[in-house]
């Protein structure tokens, strides 16, 4: 069994984790490698390449969101399908969260008990290195091939997202992948306005520090175009004033708080919410309630939608982020999903 972790060194518990992460390898008789990111080095780069070097039967990206991200983009890019383990060192997390996994012990303990499952402790590889040896290697013998299989049988399948925003000058940027959420408007401009103290201290919490800054920020027109190319969907476009606009592959953030009740990771399409103008200033508390409640289906002060891909255009340029992390701003963006383009090792998967 192959495994490359992709570490982002710049938090001390990452370079822990990744440590603990290479001793467990090492102990299950796993070929492991390590890769740092580096903003000029980001995640992903360099992780297949190399024709001398076997491609790695499992990725496990030590970081956050903005990590795991990377690393999913370069998996998508590549056109490989090669397994990833979220383990989960960043400030939100989301995305390890909505796939079932709490921590990096929890993601931990999961590489552990796949690697148990998959045959790859000592006693396997010993015995399938004296088959080999022996020449007696037969159809029940552990072999890196048969590690990778069984690693792909145990995945489940995901969704990546792919956006592309026009700047104010008109320019267009790459596809950028996502898997948590993109957005446009006040939710971006919260994220600036968020201390790197209060993310230091109160993990995601600290964004609602953010939040609080800019709650009274006034709304802004948008038009919504979508191809309706969902099942038994007809194209259709909206046109609303929003305090935001956001495109979500999750479903929940930390608190019990449902923020796209009609998403998640492997539902094939986009959950589409944006926060109506009349939300502000003096109703946000029931946008808030409903979130607790388990979700936004009954409120009115906001817009629902599911689709696989959309256009959003706005009526001047807005800030914009990619799962959590600014984009600079934009006048408009065109966004699709690429359904199951994504297997992750996760709770639920078969071979549990």
């Not at 070097?53 to 998508?76: C, F, I, K, N, W």
């Not at 396997?124 to 080999?132: E, L, V």
């Not at 592309?164 to 950028?176: L, N, Q, Y």
Request: aromatic share 4%.
């Amino acid at each position: 069994m192959r495994v490359a972790l992709v570490v982002n060194p710049i938090h001390r518990r990452g370079r822990r984790v990744a440590r603990a992460l290479v001793a467990l390898c090492r102990d299950h008789a796993a070929t492991v490698r390590v890769h740092l990111t580096s903003p000029a080095r980001p995640a992903g780069r360099g992780l297949l390449a190399g024709a001398e070097e076997p491609r790695p039967d499992l990725v496990a990206a030590v970081g956050g969101d903005g990590t795991v991200r990377e690393v999913a983009g370069a998996l998508s890019r590549e056109g490989v399908c090669i397994p990833l383990l979220p383990v989960p060192t960043g400030t939100a997390d989301l995305y390890a969260l909505n796939v079932g996994i709490r921590s990096a012990a929890h993601a931990g303990a999961l590489l552990e008990e796949f690697l148990r499952a998959a045959g790859e402790g000592h006693g396997a590889a010993r015995r399938a290195s004296a088959d080999r040896q022996s020449g007696a290697a037969g159809p029940g013998s552990v072999t890196g091939s048969d590690g990778a299989r069984r690693v792909l049988a145990a995945a489940r399948d995901c969704d990546l997202g792919l956006i592309r925003f026009v700047r104010p000058d008109g320019g267009r940027t790459p596809e950028i992948p996502f898997l948590v959420d993109a957005g446009m408007g006040g939710s971006a401009q919260a994220l600036l306005r968020t201390p790197a103290l209060a993310k230091r201290l109160l993990g995601a919490g600290g964004y609602a520090v953010g939040a609080a800054r800019v709650l009274l920020r006034p709304p802004v027109h948008f038009d919504i175009r979508m191809p309706g190319n969902l099942p038994e969907a007809a194209p259709r476009s909206t046109h609303l004033s929003a305090w935001s606009v956001e495109l979500g592959g999750i479903r929940a953030v930390p608190g019990r708080i449902t923020v796209f009740p009609h998403g998640g990771p492997g539902t094939g399409g986009l959950a589409l919410l944006a926060v109506r103008g009349e939300a502000v200033p003096w109703r946000w508390p029931q946008v808030f309630a409903a979130g607790f409640r388990g979700g936004y289906g009954g409120s009115g002060l906001l817009h629902r939608e599911s689709a696989s891909a959309a256009e959003v255009r706005a009526e001047h340029p807005v800030p914009v982020h990619v799962d959590g992390e600014d984009a600079g701003w934009a006048s408009a963006a065109t966004v699709r999903v690429l359904p199951g383009a994504l297997a992750v090792l996760a709770p639920g998967s078969p071979w549990r």
